[in-house]
């Protein structure tokens, strides 16, 4: 049997990350070779990803890259199986390396395929499954180009950019945090598309009709029934009859004519309130701002004179 180093097992544990005895077995079974042992540690990864193929890899680590000019960044999701290896150094670090390296690339294909230490990366996961004992894979990928581009990374969890349309650090970063922590998936009810909203409106009509006959089997206040879910809807036509129907409203009341200009405003606003609760759910620029509720995320952006252009939210599970 061929004898091995503790240089030449150390130096092979560093190029590949495995355990002091896989390596040392590897070199024994190449005869000393080290890009023989390599092979033997990726033959060994190919097997460990065979069988843990069907494995759900719904743990792991987002991580985030912005390049040297904040006009383009990268978010990934490197995906194990269990929390235990999500929060390993050794897991982390490879996380970030990824995503050093996904800058690089517009789409995941192109990036699994490019060079990693003389391998894919692709191949790279394949042989940290037979490392960690773990089916590993990237989960997301997501890349932004702005003028300015910011993100925060959440525990580890969650990852978010942000794009304004010029520098604005602590924005960038307020609007980051509010991705994600409140998920939007649209920056504005433009992006919907008009069958979702309609289909989406037609349920949620539908469950709050089926609450309110619980609501009121028990004697409690109903909740309200909307006719839309999002200004998307809100046609001039569809306002110019909510403002009459006000108007109509206030005279059954009773009340003068010369105070209505004082009164309609609210109730426009109520009204848009109420039949946009889509928009306010889903729509980044509609949200409340999660450090002043009293702002939506657009009056915030609007109030430091920069606009917000697009994000990008990647996350376990």
């Known amino acids: 049997m061929v004898k091995v180093t503790a240089a030449e097992v150390n130096k092979l544990r560093k190029a590949t990350g495995a355990g002091m005895m896989d390596c040392k077995k590897a070199l024994v079974e190449a005869e000393g070779d080290f890009d ?3 092979d033997v540690l990726r033959k060994k990864g190919q097997k460990v990803a065979e069988k843990r193929a069907d494995r759900d890899s719904s743990e792991g680590a987002a991580a985030i890259k912005i390049n040297d000019n904040n006009t383009v960044g990268v978010a990934i999701v490197l995906g194990c199986e269990t929390d235990f290896v999500g929060k ?4 982390l670090a490879l996380a970030n390396q990824l995503a050093e390296k996904a800058i690089n690339f517009d789409n995941k294909e192109d990036f699994l395929a490019s060079d990693f230490g003389g391998m894919t990366v692709s191949e790279k996961l394949v042989e940290q499954t037979g490392v960690i004992g773990e089916k590993l894979e990237i989960n997301a990928f997501e890349k932004l180009e702005a003028a300015y581009v910011g993100s925060y990374v959440h525990i580890n969890k969650i990852g ?11 924005v960038a970063k307020d609007i980051a945090m509010q991705v994600a922590s409140m998920g939007a998936t649209s920056l504005s009810y433009k992006g919907f598309d008009p069958a979702y909203v309609a289909a989406e409106t037609e349920a949620r009509i ?15 206040t109903l909740k309200n029934v909307p006719q839309y879910i999002s200004m998307a809807q ?16 206030l005279k059954a009341q009773g009340k003068p004519e010369q105070i209505w200009d004082k009164i309609l405003p609210g109730k426009m606003e109520r009204f848009i309130s109420d039949n946009t609760t889509l928009d306010q759910e889903q729509c980044l620029l509609d949200q409340k701002f999660i450090k002043d509720e009293k702002k939506t995320v657009a009056e915030y952006v609007s109030s430091n004179n920069v606009d917000v252009t697009a994000f990008k939210r990647v996350s376990l599970g």
């Open 206 to 220: 539908a469950v709050i009709e089926k609450d309110n006959i619980e609501l009121g089997r028990l004697g409690k």
């Open 88 to 91: 390993n150094e050794n897991f």
């Open 36 to 38: 023989k042992a390599i």
């Open 160 to 170: 978010a950019l942000v794009g304004l349309s010029q520098e604005e650090t602590t």
């Open 234 to 249: 809100l046609t001039p036509e569809v306002l110019a009859q909510a403002e009459e129907d006000a108007k109509a409203e």
